[in-house]
């Protein structure tokens, strides 16, 4: 089993839909979660950090930590087709950078 | 502006060539990071510099090699040893200083070279 599960997609859904995106994990000494974005030949960037669980907003964005499911979601709400690329999770605990370990992103695809 | 650029953007290497990506920042970030990118998998990593002239292998380190001479600059190396190079690299840095067991939980990637082997 993966560390970090994360469904591949392609999700393709409608412009103005809200968008669900998600992130399981197995261990427990996971204490830092994020979402990136990386659109084609490009970078990842950094949109959402969250610490431990609970809620973060930010604009349409809504990162979500459930610690005692191990499961994490970040929320769309309406998905523009300037949203159309690649999230990655990514998520780590104690120690310095190296220790983040990342999902393989799903691809979404927003339809005009 | 301040971030990290990568160079080339697209390499194309012959078998059995050594070829150097190249990495610089001035976000005057103490600690650079290399990821290998593939599809279907997570960002591995395959090289980590906390401060200059100290580096650490990460998950992936066989057939790379590094160096960190200057805080700016972290150069990657694919050996002739990788046996399977081709792929999409990733450069990135955070201000994660060495001895310190605080989380930075901001890295900046650069924009990425893709390297195939021909």
């Known amino acids: 089993q993966k560390e970090v599960e994360q469904d591949p997609g392609p999700l393709s859904v409608p412009e103005g839909a809200i968008v669900s995106l998600n992130c399981t994990y197995s261990n427990s000494a996971f204490q830092y979660f994020m979402w990136y974005r990386q659109y084609s030949r490009k970078g990842p960037e950094l949109l959402m950090y969250?610490?431990?669980?609970g809620n973060k907003e930010d604009g349409r964005f809504t990162a979500q930590v459930d610690k005692s499911s191990k499961y994490i979601s970040l929320f769309i709400r309406d998905s523009q087709p300037s949203d159309s690329a690649t999230y990655l999770c990514?998520?780590?605990?104690?120690?310095?950078?190296?220790?983040?370990?990342f999902g393989i992103g799903t691809k979404l695809q927003v339809i005009p | 502006d301040g971030g990290i650029t990568q160079s080339p953007k697209y390499l194309f290497r012959k078998e059995g060539q050594n070829v150097t990506l190249s990495c610089e920042q001035n976000l005057n970030h103490d600690a650079m990071y290399w990821y290998r990118q593939d599809p279907g998998q997570g960002l591995r990593l395959i090289y980590y510099?906390?401060?200059?002239?100290?580096?650490q292998k990460g998950d992936i380190a066989e057939g790379y090699s590094v160096s960190r001479e200057k805080k700016e600059s972290f150069p990657l190396t694919v050996t002739s040893a990788q046996k399977n190079p081709t792929a999409f690299y990733l450069c990135a840095s955070s201000i994660d200083r060495a001895g310190t067991a605080r989380m930075n939980t901001e890295a900046f990637f650069g924009q990425g070279t893709r390297l195939t082997v021909v």
């Open positions: 510099s906390q401060i200059v002239n100290d580096f």
């Open positions: 969250t610490y431990s669980s």
């Open positions: 990514a998520m780590g605990g104690s120690g310095g950078y190296q220790k983040v370990t």
